[in-house]
């Protein structure tokens, strides 16, 4: 007895560490309780969620894997596991996975989930609510099973649903963080801005803080002014903090000039990349990356996410002004244009074909050179790359010329400010880029999936946040033909009118 009980307290010594972010300590002692008892569960679990920690992927699988081999359908690891290959865009798997637990245990409720998920990943969204209608609507499971099936009606656009199934989840489970945020989602795509009340929910979602962009930090967090009010911002000293990916940081910028107008004074913590174009833009606020940034808690009253805002300022349609508000500085124009040269075709056209990571999805929102044709096809035209990151390998199998210039060279958003904004026209998928034309005012004419980012919203060809931008969206799931031979259609106008 005396044995065990001194195993558990060195696993709960090991859980400790692991909960305190020393990841490589609890393992050292994860596997020494491993080594007195190999089939301590608690322990097989917890040596998977190290290795993860410490970015150990191949072995948390394998650890997991081998747990599972101990403890067959064991509700927990099997989620882990299969978490860690849809994080790993391993969604075959998954199912695989999730089927096989199944054919042994048919109400598995976990694998039930699993699988729903795999389904959803794989765009099978109708699968994937069957499966999730498969778990009982009372018990453990019933509200995560209500939020995931609504977050697969809402992608066959079913958003009534969607709200519906996340209204009953929430009422199963008062206070659901995650629930409560794809609410906001799903309100916001439909255009509902009173959604931005719930949009607040994010900043308690560890996953979300995870991968705010690394400008609200876990200590910066609680400090943060959620759902301001004017009475919390008028004459107060804010540090603005940008969030979530740069093109969001491009879009919520668009609420400065509104901070600006009640605030005694801003200063913002944004992208690096960032710094340059918003400082040119907004003379009076001070800039910094968050490397560069020296944060005095005396000299600030309130520290507000970007997101923030929206809530504010923006809660209707209507209160969209929708104009410029970016703008890089003349000299760098100048510049550029004198690097672009003099004009050899009517119309020259910025391309990005690629947008996101592969946990924003981004095989749903890329394109290769043959489903570009029809726009590649356009006569007296001149190509510019304006895709984020090295792709020489690429433009070097276009079918046509395509003009790059080192990625060093536009990485800073100033310069690719100045060198959009010398082309007549910018065709894109939804990127960081769009949002950088809208800001500018350039003409964008965007590529959208079937399902897209909220802040493309559900329907319609524009989106609140630009005038600029023209959105050409796809009827069905991967199906980019129609929507690029849209877009080929307009430019062609556009040379039509140019003649």
């Known amino acids: 007895m005396a044995g065990a009980s001194d195993l558990n307290t060195r696993f709960e010594t090991a859980r400790d560490l692991l909960r305190t972010d020393r990841p490589a300590e609890a393992l050292a002692a994860l596997d020494e309780v491993l ?40 509700d927990v690891v099997l989620w882990n596991l299969g978490m860690l290959l849809i994080e790993r865009e391993r969604h075959a798997e998954a199912l695989a996975l999730a089927d096989e637990a199944l054919a042994a245990a048919p109400a598995h409720g976990r694998a039930l989930l699993l699988r729903g998920d795999a389904l959803a990943n794989l765009s099978r969204f109708e699968e994937a609510v069957a499966t999730f209608q498969r778990i009982p ?140 174009l918003f400082s040119a833009s907004f003379p009076g606020v001070s800039f910094a990356g968050p490397r560069q940034a020296r944060i005095s808690l005396a000299a600030i009253d309130r520290f507000v996410a970007m997101g923030s805002l929206g809530g504010l300022f923006r809660p209707t ?74 792709v020489a390998a690429e433009l070097a199998a276009a079918p046509v010329p395509i003009r790059a210039f080192a990625p060093g060279e536009i990485d800073d958003f100033e310069e690719l400010a100045a060198l959009t904004a010398g082309l007549d026209a910018v065709v894109s998928v939804q990127t960081a880029l769009v949002h950088l034309c809208g800001a500018i005012g350039q003409p964008c004419l965007t590529l959208v999936p079937h399902n897209p980012e909220w802040r493309y919203t559900a329907v319609g060809s524009t989106m609140p946040w630009y ?15 129609p929507v690029v031979a849209q877009a080929a259609d307009a430019l062609r106008a556009r040379l039509g009118a140019s003649s």
């Open 137 to 276: 609507t009372t018990g453990d499971l019933a509200a995560d099973a209500l939020t995931k099936e609504a977050l697969a009606q809402a992608a066959l656009q079913r958003y009534d649903a969607a709200l519906a199934l996340l209204d009953r989840a929430i009422a199963l489970r008062p206070g659901d963080l995650f629930a409560t945020f794809r609410r906001a989602i799903v309100r916001l795509a439909t255009r509902d801005f009173g959604g931005w009340d719930d949009y607040e929910a994010r900043w308690r979602l560890p996953f979300f803080l995870a991968r705010s962009g690394g400008v609200v930090t876990r200590e910066l967090a609680p400090r943060l002014t959620l759902k301001p009010t004017l009475d919390d911002l008028a004459g107060q000293r804010v540090l603005l903090l940008g969030e979530q990916g740069i093109g969001d940081e491009v879009m919520f910028a668009s609420l400065i000039p509104d901070l600006i107008g009640v605030a005694k004074a801003v200063a913002c913590v944004c992208d690096e990349r960032l710094v340059g």
């Open 35 to 74: 080594r007195r008892d190999p089939r301590h569960l608690p322990a097989l679990v917890s040596r998977g969620s190290a290795l993860l920690a410490l970015g150990r992927l191949d072995e948390a699988e394998a650890a997991w894997r081998g747990a599972l081999a101990r403890h067959p359908g064991q």
């Open 317 to 390: 349609e209507a209160a969209f002004p929708g104009t410029p508000y970016l703008a890089p500085r003349p000299e760098a124009r100048a510049r550029w244009a004198e690097r672009l040269g003099p004009r050899r075709r009517r119309l020259r056209i910025g391309l990005s074909w690629r947008g996101g990571l592969p946990t924003t999805r981004r095989s749903l929102r890329s394109l290769d050179w043959t489903q570009l044709a029809p726009i590649l096809d356009l006569p007296d035209c001149e190509f510019v790359s304006l895709q984020y990151g090295d």
């Open 467 to 481: 005038r600029s931008v023209r959105l050409f969206r796809q009827a069905e799931p991967g199906n980019w033909a």
